[in-house]
DNA sequence: GGCGATCCTTGATCTCGATCAACCGTCAGA
DNA sequence: TCTGACGGTTGATCGAGATCAAGGATCGCC
């Protein structure tokens, strides 16, 4: 049985709709997952129930891995914000993979370091752009990843996105606003992007 | 040769003083780093040239591991910030070890799932906590990983610890006085931490 | 000792985004 | 058709922390 064949036999395909919880903060770290379609939110809550989003991942994205090297518990809660269908994997069936064959654990290493980049990427723009230019940065990232048509589609509740990039709801509204006259105009989920070049100048200077 | 062997025989014992700059962003990323005396920072820079602090690496701490398995650019800046003592190693000779022994595999993946645990913590303090209850949380830390002693030393600068905490000097300054009341004196470098429980308590409430 | 540099603190003001509150459009169910 | 729930927008106000500005402490160096 080759290494594929053996991941594939390991996997359990589930499929959940939106506001499903999949795990909550201090749960012990039996699996982790696979996206196949919809969106899975990983956020934290503050004492008096403010949430922070860590991550929002779709199609193809992995999470969970990171939980299964360390205490054996979730760091975070997991919830879907858009009607998913993912692979479950059981941390035990993994790890047994991984000392099979090794390639695996270089794929692991691969997947992780990205989701290293990206915390990276979060922390710094939170810290180092403006809410507007958040907004305008994480709309050129849809751009890009969708074939750069004209017309992207958000994955989910405003108030989800919202929570990803740091900001209350009202706070994106306004800034869908404000971003009108550079061309960025939002109809329910569907955002027209007339200017892709001015809207990455614009992500970048803030002008 | 066995493997810790294998290892060291590939790390190469370097000093440098505060303020060297390691590698800058987007440089190719030749090697990894533990650090073994000293700090270093790592942090990203805004076009205005503001500075996001991303990490703070002590002894006994490595860094760098990610960028091998990534676009082989940094994605960061790294500077010593405290007279540092480090060992380094080629990226190419660790993917070789890695290879020949997948137990270190393991090792990297285990000390990636730390950092990938830390960053989530940032991000969510950034979010969830103002910026005194942040600066009560870092003296804590230090605190307990200091063997709870009363009196501990700040690692480096003010301004560096500030930046590490997503805050100005000034707040930071400011926040070490609005301690006063909850028994933490600031003396230069080092912080007397009169009523460890109580500052505890504080940095989950913010009372 | 005198001088400047570095690091830190303190005060005054300003600004961005949070918060509070009202309102609108759409949709599902009675 | 009415009604309430939900998601979103808009307006008014507030506040934490940034920014700007000045001054103080400590140090190394001539």
């Given at each position: 049985m080759n290494v594929r064949e053996a991941v594939f036999d390991q996997l359990v395909i589930e499929e959940a709709p939106k506001k499903t919880f999949l795990f909550s903060e201090g749960d012990s770290a039996t699996c982790f997952y696979i996206v196949i379609r919809g969106w899975i939110s990983i956020y934290r809550l503050s004492v008096e129930g403010k949430r922070a989003n860590i991550g929002l991942f779709g199609p193809g994205e992995s999470f969970g891995e990171a939980a299964m090297f360390l205490s054996m518990r979730y760091p975070v809660n997991g919830e879907v914000v858009e009607n998913a269908r993912f692979a479950r994997m059981e941390a035990r069936?993994?790890?047994?993979?991984?000392?099979?064959?090794?390639?695996?654990?270089?794929?692991?290493?691969?997947?992780?370091?990205?989701?290293?980049?990206?915390?990276?990427?979060?922390?710094?723009?939170?810290?180092?752009?403006?809410?507007v230019q958040r907004v305008a940065r994480f709309l050129i990232n849809l751009?890009?990843?969708?074939?750069?048509?004209?017309?992207?589609?958000?994955?989910?509740?405003?108030?989800?996105?919202?929570?990803?990039?740091?900001?209350?709801?009202e706070a994106l509204s306004r800034a869908f606003s404000s971003m009108r006259g550079i061309g960025v105009g939002v109809v329910r989920r569907e955002v027209t992007i007339g200017d892709p070049d001015r809207l990455r100048e614009f992500a970048l200077s803030g002008k």
């Amino acid at each position: 049985m080759n290494v594929r064949e053996a991941v594939f036999d390991q996997l359990v395909i589930e499929e959940a709709p939106k506001k499903t919880f999949l795990f909550s903060e201090g749960d012990s770290a039996t699996c982790f997952y696979i996206v196949i379609r919809g969106w899975i939110s990983i956020y934290r809550l503050s004492v008096e129930g403010k949430r922070a989003n860590i991550g929002l991942f779709g199609p193809g994205e992995s999470f969970g891995e990171a939980a299964m090297f360390l205490s054996m518990r979730y760091p975070v809660n997991g919830e879907v914000v858009e009607n998913a269908r993912f692979a479950r994997m059981e941390a035990r069936a993994m790890r047994q993979v991984i000392e099979d064959d090794p390639a695996i654990a270089f794929a692991l290493l691969g997947s992780m370091s990205k989701h290293l980049k990206i915390l990276v990427d979060h922390l710094s723009s939170d810290r180092l752009l403006s809410s507007v230019q958040r907004v305008a940065r994480f709309l050129i990232n849809l751009h890009d990843s969708n074939g750069k048509a004209d017309v992207v589609r958000l994955p989910c509740e405003k108030a989800v996105i919202a929570s990803v990039l740091g900001l209350t709801p009202e706070a994106l509204s306004r800034a869908f606003s404000s971003m009108r006259g550079i061309g960025v105009g939002v109809v329910r989920r569907e955002v027209t992007i007339g200017d892709p070049d001015r809207l990455r100048e614009f992500a970048l200077s803030g002008k």
